[in-house]
T-cell receptor, first 113, second 116 residues
């Protein structure tokens, strides 16, 4: 079992560009959540996808959007990148309601220059 | 509004001694708490949890204590080992309309260093 896999592991983008991050959940998991972890901070919830729909959203602007595919994999899209979007982006997968069994990927380190 | 706070950015202990990591919360609706451990270049991994109906939960070297009246929880590691050196996060899931969807609110983390 490969667990939660994220791609790419590192990414450098220019301010104003758009970026897409990808996540494959752990086998059998149907729920994917995305978190942003800034340097020296804890992860902050961006949104959660279940049954291909955004089920819950944190305090992030509309520049952050996502998608979940029928195979439960997910994408996080960020438009009009700002320097402040530089962070580690974490994907977590779980069975709906089973948050004690949420598994995190290794993250994608995004640097905006 | 930081609903979960870890006020100690770092902690350094000697191998074999006890490590105590602290966490405070402000949202009285939180009824479940989790601790995660994170190594560099890896995602957080679940360590131990506690329900608000308990005041203590133990798993091997790890024990979590919950003081609801003080809105405070702590993670005890005894004995501490060099491999325990990592960043530790406390977290609480938020409920929406009575159903827990698993949105986790994390503290800022505490860097634990265990010296041989």
């Amino acid at each position: 079992d490969a667990g939660v896999t994220q791609s790419p592991t590192h990414l450098i983008k220019t301010r104003g560009q758009q970026v897409t991050l990808r996540c494959s959940p752990k086998s059998g998991h149907d729920t994917v959540s995305w978190y942003q972890q800034a340097l020296g901070q804890g992860p902050q919830f961006i949104f959660q996808y279940y049954e291909e729909e955004e089920r819950q959203r944190g305090n992030f602007p509309d520049r952050f959007s996502g998608h979940q595919f029928p195979n439960y994999s997910s994408e996080l899209n960020v438009n009009a990148l700002l320097l402040g979007d530089s962070a580690l982006y974490l994907c977590a997968s779980s069975l709906t309601g089973r948050y004690t069994e949420a598994f995190f990927g290794q993250g994608t380190r995004l640097t905006v220059v | 509004d930081q609903q979960v706070k870890q006020n100690s950015p770092s902690l350094s202990v000697q191998e074999g001694r006890i490590s105590i990591l602290n966490c405070d919360y402000t949202n009285s609706m939180f009824d479940y708490f989790l601790w995660y451990k994170k190594y560099p270049a890896e995602g957080p991994t679940f360590l131990i949890s506690i329900s608000s109906i308990k005041d203590k939960n133990e798993d091997g070297r790890f024990t979590v204590f919950l003081n609801k009246s003080a809105k405070h929880l702590s993670l005890h590691i005894v004995p501490s080992q060099p491999g325990d050196s990592a960043v530790y996060f406390c977290a609480a899931p938020s409920n929406a309309g009575g159903t827990s969807y698993g949105k986790l609110t994390f503290g800022q983390g505490t860097i634990l260093t265990v010296h041989p």
